[in-house]
């Protein structure tokens, strides 16, 4: 029988199975960041352990940074001393650390595929859920907790089940403006917050297979939104491309020998998936949120759903909305476009191509954050950096930002924010915040109007 | 780690479904370095009311469940972020299990990372436990792991957990022992392969 891409991945990292018991799996590549990384070093410290693998671990500032006047000390003591915490760990482990200001410094998710340290066929973790992201790489991409980051320092490896496999596949062809974003709002508002609990995910179809990169980030990046650990899509030359020439990609003949060997990775004819779900593309329109899950989503101009039961009573009372309303017109005073789901240099492009020209309404604080500082620089020599200026965008430094407000960039109790993030949690912005999920046009063309608007019919007027 | 072998208790009702790791823990909490006094903020924004005085209608405020060392809670706990502070909040409430119909992985890996049991159980034993605890807030409720069995006065159930896993939490074993005892079949593989 044909094996699939995760087993093939997951296959050739099996060091060891325990009897009656998990699997030793090998970790090539581990990301880490101040927020889940320093109780792991002080695991080591009072074990008088050394990291085992220093050279494989790439380690970044993101979910506790300012995203702004980040040349000057951060005011807050905890953060300070939490950013500091991650200097000294890498100092002293011998980590390569891209700090505050570092010209590689951003989301971990976001700034690791750019310099190439994501390829196909690789294990990766770190300890954030939204590590699934680099997935769309074909790489068994998966987040973990800091007991699991302390493991990977210690031995490079962990001791998993392995996951059971789904395939979602989505055919046909997306109508206009509907985003990598919308695709998988739209796949999660049909399977629900934990369909893919205990499996890992596969995307294909050609609508994944049509996708850039960015896009494919976008999908994997939300996989764990429906419960799956990690999400993948089959490398192909698309993905080759992107990651040619990168600063951390094999370069030349390494480069011919790798893309060979990333080449038998796509899943075989002839494999079988424990669970399979198919969509098509047409059903798919811009989405937007309407409560406090990813998976409560509909489309832009339909109707949050009349009844449901308590969990969906509390949601709506949480987000002062009502069963059967329409999220059309709702005034909207906040919008955030960034984070790991879409904070890359394609999702400004889109949603600078529709600000173009216009201004923002009077009532709304629109904050754009990049991904990363290369980000940034594109969006400065691109000449977007102006368009966003011109449109009164506040343009900050990188981060994770508002999308879980861990630092001072936080939506205030009872406002809507129509947001690019991957979460609607209670509180997730900040204290009493309502969040809206939307793609980066969808968030743009909100920003403009000051309140949600139907982003299909406002293009063709 | 702690060993966790039977337990004894009452327990608090939390019947939502969705519970994520945010609710668990808010992220303005994460900014400690060590994993101490998270307890302290367990369901922060649920516990307290906006001018930050104890919700007296959130269950676990409730003090006729003072003491309960069993959490039952509604389907899909701990969706969301990875973040093990979730972890570290519930045990450091006081909290040894938590029971649910459905669990989110990381979470589940997380929690028994820490002493922490979570039992899965069906729909039904979840409903009538939730019901059984609401007309008994004293009911008293017996954590087996050795068995693999909760059970109530009136109603029983076997749950599963990986045997490995039972093995750690019977002994207090954590993985990082274990990973370091295979130290050369480690080094083997890294020498014997060929990509990256």
Known sequence: MGKTLFDKVWDAHVIDTIDNGPQILYIDKHLIHEVTSPQAFNELEERGITVARPDQIVATADH??????????????????????????????????????????????VMAPELGITQPGMTMVCGDSHTSTHGAFGTIAFGIGTSQVGQVF????????????????????????????????????????????????????????????????????????????????????????????????????????????????????????????????????????????????????????????????????????????????????????????????????????????????????????????????????????????????????????????????????GEYCVSTSNRNFEGRQGQGARTILASPLVAAATAIAGKIVDVTKEIVA | MEKFIKLISTAVPLPIENIDTDQIIPARFLKATDKKGFGDNVFRDWRFTKDGTLDASFPINNPQYAGAQILVAGDNFGCGSSREHAAWAIVGYGFKVVISSFFADIFKGNALNNGLLPIQVTPEFLKELLAGIEANPELPITVDLEKQVVDTAFEKAEFDIDPYKKVCMLNGYDDIDFLLSKKNEIEAFEKERTIF
């Open chain 1, 64 to 109: 506790n940074t300012p995203t702004e006047n980040q040349h000057l000390p951060i005011k807050d003591e905890m953060s300070r001393n939490q950013l500091q915490q991650l200097t000294e760990n890498c100092n002293k482990h011998n980590i390569t650390l891209y700090g505050l200001g570092h010209e590689y410094n951003g989301i971990v998710h």
């Open chain 1, 154 to 413: 210690a031995s490079q490896s962990l001791l998993l089940n392995k996951p059971k496999s789904l395939r979602v596949s989505v055919h046909g062809k997306l109508a206009p403006h509907v985003s990598p974003k919308d695709v998988i709002l739209y796949i999660i508002s049909k399977l629900g917050t934990n369909a893919g609990t205990g499996y890992f995910c596969e995307y294909a179809g050609n609508v994944f297979e049509e996708m850039s990169m960015e896009g494919r980030m976008t999908v994997c990046n939300m996989s764990i939104e429906m419960g799956a650990r990690g999400g993948m899509i089959a490398p192909d030359q698309t993905t080759f491309d992107y990651i040619a020439g990168r600063k951390f990609a094999p370069q030349g003949d390494a480069f011919a020998k790798a893309v060979s060997y990333w080449k038998t990775l796509p899943t075989d004819q002839d494999a079988t998936f424990d669970k399979e779900y198919h969509f098509d593309a047409e059903d798919i329109a811009p989405m937007l949120t309407y409560g406090t899950n990813p998976g409560m989503g509909i489309k832009i101009n339909g109707n949050i759903p009349e009844k449901g039961d308590m969990t969906f009573e509390k949601a709506l009372e949480y987000m002062n909305f009502n069963g059967g309303d329409q999220l059309l017109d709702t005034p909207i005073n906040y919008v955030f476009i960034g984070s790991c789901t879409n904070s890359r240099i394609e999702d400004f492009r889109i949603a600078a191509a529709y600000v173009r020209g216009k201004h923002k309404a009077t009532n709304v604080n629109a904050w754009l954050v990049p991904g990363s500082q290369q980000v940034a620089k594109q969006l400065e020599e691109e000449g977007l950096k102006e368009v966003f200026e011109e449109a009164g965008f506040a343009l900050r430094q990188p981060g994770c930002s508002a999308c879980l407000a861990m630092n001072d960039d936080k939506i205030p109790a």
